[in-house]
Structures are given as C-alpha cells and as structure tokens.
C-alpha cells in the first residue's frame, strides 16, 4: 500500500486545517489508519488511528476534542480534520497503515507503510 499525504501549511493559532491521505489500492480498505506527527528535536508521536471500518478511533489525549479522524474506503482515502490549532502542533504529519481485521494499533512501529509527510505550521 503507498500513501500519499497532503493538506499541510501555514495557518495561525485557533485556524484550521485538513488533512488527507490517498492509497495506491482498494486493499486500504481493509487497513487500519494512523495519523503520526514529529516535530524538530522530539520523537514521532501518536496523533489519531481509525479502525478499517471507521468503527474504532483513537486519538492522543493532546488533540482530542480538536481533531476528527475519518476515512472513505470507497476513495481510498483518509483524513484529518485538526481544529483549533495550536503552535505545539507544528509538526511534519504523516499517514500509516496497517493491516487489520478490526483494530488499529497506536504504537508506531506496527505500521509498515507510510506516506511522506506533509508539514503543519501553526504561528502564535
């Protein structure tokens, strides 16, 4: 499965901004999404993850209630909906998948494919 991430730039805090990710193939549909981000000087962390179904989702406590994570398995796509940004934000954000019959995982090395990146700046 190849991603490819986009939607990323420059928006004040408080803005807002859409993520999305596009698969190579209908098999997406059958993967568990994740969304990572890492900022200069820090580890890659968790952001969001959504079950293959759109069933399950998870989010890091640190976006919750801000950003929405979603998928459109018939377009093979995936998106992330980050509101009221803020300036801790800013980070390069990736899309990942993983295989799975009805869960997704939140540790990052149980995704073998990955999109790019696309960078997210939030000025204060």
């Known amino acids: 499965v190849q991603l490819q991430a986009s939607g990323g730039g420059l928006v004040q805090a408080g803005g807002s901004l859409r993520l999305s990710c596009a698969a190579s193939?209908?098999?997406?549909?059958?993967?568990?999404l994740g969304w990572f981000r890492k900022a200069p000087g820090k580890e890659r962390e968790f952001v969001a993850a959504?079950?293959?179904?759109?069933?399950?989702?998870y989010y890091a406590d640190s976006v919750k209630g801000r950003f929405t994570i979603s998928r459109d398995n018939a377009k093979n796509t995936g998106n992330l909906q980050m509101n009221s940004l803020k300036p801790e934000d800013t980070a390069v954000y990736y899309c990942?998948?993983?295989?799975?019959?009805?869960?997704?995982?939140?540790?990052?090395?149980?995704?073998?494919?990955w999109g790019q990146g696309t960078q997210v700046t939030v000025s204060s």
């Open positions: 990942a998948s993983h295989y799975s019959s009805s869960y997704a995982y939140t540790e990052s090395n149980y995704y073998p494919y």
């Open positions: 959504i079950s293959w179904s759109g069933s399950s989702v």
């Open positions: 193939t209908s098999f997406f549909s059958v993967n568990a």
